[in-house]
């Protein structure tokens, strides 16, 4: 089991994955450049990591790992511009958003690797309709036992996130009515959903060992849940997220998860509840369906409330850690956009109605993501 | 009883059914060729055409040949329309080694193939007419394979860019030997100095004015596909009407128009095309006649040598260039080499330019025909074979493509 030893991280260092959709400007669908790309970008000095996604029309963007979210704006921003230059080589645009507007999953290709080609095996066309695009967000714990528990404490803001980042509201060429329409695409896999009820690390190894031996997962990375425990990096990772238009919202979201987990760890208040998970399905599809203004059901007070106030309320009480971490600013920037209802999707979909063609959307994302934070 | 509403025998077909006919027999002929010799659709519909006509059953005359030829300037005239509105400037001017490699490919094979003939003792003027019509890489073939293999990645798009910058090169090159040509017939200097300017110019103007009044259109009608679908098929038909009554180069008047099209919207009036399965019609259509113009005849009448040494030259030319400046520009390591062999279609339309020529000046029209038409024959057998495995080389095709 030692591939599940817990390694012991710096509590609250930060990181964050990005998946970023590649588009060719003829038509501003889907590309398939990411080969190229990559072999480029291998040849620059660069912090972080750029990697493969499953199909050719992705790329992923990993951070290093940092101790708050200014830092790690400013990594992003230089490997964003190392990106876009790259791009402009071959003629390739570069765009973040949760799902490509319209784009046909059939026609997607699968990255040619032994993971994915294994996941195509095992999963048919679900891997191919896996074309959405993700931020993750990584905070260190100290050890499992924290993990586990900061896990359980993170799964009630899950709608926050998925509010606070929503930028799918078109998919094959439709609007779909919903705020982030990528994480139906998530559902869909067999292991996706959440960690199960564990007390503590102990007790996650041996569910973990149990599943293992019954054939069902190989390692964590089978598992699709919304939050897991990365013993390797010694994190807990967010995974619900759409990847933000802008590499400066993708900070105010890392921010937002830091200052959350600085609050629950070091103060400790609650103690983990069934409830989160009994109110979970609901509160995530009012999230989903209508960003800040779904409601939220409470799972500690039982109260309904707006998705929006409740984030406010929250970024209030998280407030003197944030101060801590010298992130005020991006918190009280993340405020006011949630004060004034705004968001990524509703910036997709004015754009939709202003250019009223939905090539010209992702023209506009690109632009907007290429032209930096 | 009088019969009357009989028709008389035989009946008197019109050229519809022609077309119709060519279509499927060509469809077929494709579909075959593929299934059961993996070979390009495009060469099936050749040599359907080349069985088809005058030098094969005759069952197409060179009569009807003639009269079909608005069709083929129309086929032409779509393929080049939307390689030219393929054609990305901004790339160009973002990524200026790509230019220096898409001009310096269209340079080394004009030179080298010219070098060469003038070493087989062709005069100048002739070697610099077949080395021009040399550089082009075929449009129709380049872009027909790629559809057909439903091709994707750096590859396809460099080679339908280059294919783009060498069509302009060596078109406006022929129409700027025109006077050399008008000077060795002793015409009079306004006809040799007119000529040239007004085909260019000419050419250029018309695609502009086309272009100005198809946006302006595109903006009224709005964002739908469906609608603008059918006026950009409609404004290409009509240019190239125009173009062809003006006797203007319609490869000259349509590329402008494309190149443009996209590059002019600034307001982003146009919507993405694709022709798509409309287009396959014409594609089809094309080729069946191209290869009923094939001139096998040709062939025999000069010496293979030198029709060798014009289609090694031409490649060693492509294949040079590419190697030397393609890596500059940000291609994947031998990427270049597949390039060069994706390039090799040479242009059907060849045939009609050298038609062109020969009705202009018929002598000299039968000294070019020896050796343009002769390369032609072979690779328009050998050319799509050659993109088709460049592109799956590349792993660009569709698995099942």
Redesign the interface.
Known sequence: MDELAFTPSAPLSLGVEIELQLVRPHDMDLSRDAADLLARLSKRKLPGAVKPEITESMIELNSSVHANSAALLEELEVMRQAMVREAAVLNVRVCGGGSHPFHDWADRRIFPNERFRYVVERYGYLAKQFTVFGQHIHVGSPGGDEAIYLIHMLTRYVPHFIALSAASPFYQGEDTSFESSRLTAVSAFPLAGHMPFVSGWAEFLEYFSTMKRFGIVASMKDFYWDIRPKPEYGTVEIRVCDTPLTTRRAALLAAYAQALAAHHLTERRRQPSRTVYLVNSYNRFEACRFGVRGDIVEPYAGAKKKIGDDILETIALVAPHASRLGTSELLEELAAGVRVGESDAGWLRRRQAARGSLAHVVRDACARWEQGS | MSADFLPGLPPAFSHATLFGALVVVGLLAGEAARRYASLPRITGYAVAGAILGPQGFGLLTDNMLFDLRLLIDLSVGLIVFELG??L?L??LR??RW?LATAVAESLFCFWSIFGALVYFDFRPVLAAMAAAIGTATSPAVVMLVANDLRA???IT?RMLLCTAVNTVFAYVLLTLLLPFLHFEHAATWEQALFHPLYVLWGSILAGTLACMLMLRLAAWL??REELQFVLLVAMVVVTVGIAHALKLSVTLTLISLGILA?NLDRD?AL??V?FGYGAQLFFVILFVLVGASLEFSAFNAVAATVVAAYIVVRFLGKGLALLLFGPL??I?PGGAGLLAVALVPLSGSAVVMVRDTTSLYPAFGKELAAVVLSAVVVLELIGPLATQFALRRAGEA??NG
């Open positions: 509105f393929r990305d901004k790339w973002l990524n790509l994707e990645g750096q798009e709005g964002k996209r982003h919507l993405p694709h520009s940000g994947r569709r698995p």
